[in-house]
Nanobody, 123 residues
Framework: QVQFVESGGGFVQPGGSLRLSCAAS????????MGWYRQAPGKQRELVAV???????NYADFVKGRFTISRDNAKKTVYLQMNGLKSEDTAVYYC?????????????????WGQGTQVTVSS
C-alpha cells in the first residue's frame, strides 16, 4: 500500500515562503495523480493544488500565482512551493494521491490520510 509522509511545515511571517515535501512509498509513483490539501481549525479540508500523472496542474483560486506544485518521480516526491504566504494560509497541509486522480483532486476514493504538516503564518 502506498504511504505518504508530509514535511517542511513551520512558522513563517506574512510574505514569507516555505517548501513542503510529500514522500511516497510503494511502486508506480509516476502513475499517480497527486494533490495537496489543507485544513484550518473549524473548517473543512480543501484542495490546494493538483498535479496529474501527465503533469497537468491545477490550483485553487486562493493560491494561484503564489504556490507551485511539482513532482520528481525518480525521488517519489511531490513538492509545494509556497510564496507570499498570508495568515489565512495557516492550516495543516496534507498530501494524497491515487491512480486516476484528475485535476479536480476528488477525495472520495482516498482510504486514509497521514498526519500532515503544520503551516503557521503569523507576525
Amino acid at each position: 500500500q502506498v504511504q505518504f509522509v508530509e514535511s517542511g511545515g513551520g512558522f513563517v511571517q506574512p510574505g514569507g515562503s516555505l517548501r513542503l515535501s510529500c514522500a511516497a512509498s510503494g511502486s508506480a509513483f509516476g502513475l499517480l495523480g497527486m494533490g495537496w490539501y489543507r485544513q484550518a481549525p473549524g473548517k473543512q479540508r480543501e484542495l490546494v493544488a493538483v498535479i496529474t500523472s501527465s503533469y497537468t496542474r491545477n490550483y485553487a483560486d486562493f493560491v494561484k500565482g503564489r504556490f507551485t506544485i511539482s513532482r520528481d518521480n525518480a525521488k517519489k516526491t511531490v513538492y509545494l512551493q509556497m510564496n507570499g504566504l498570508k495568515s489565512e494560509d495557516t492550516a495543516v497541509y496534507y498530501c494524497n494521491g491515487r491512480l486516476g486522480l484528475t485535476v479536480a483532486g476528488e477525495t472520495g476514493q482516498f482510504r486514509s490520510w497521514g498526519q500532515g504538516t503544520q503551516v503557521t503564518v503569523s507576525s
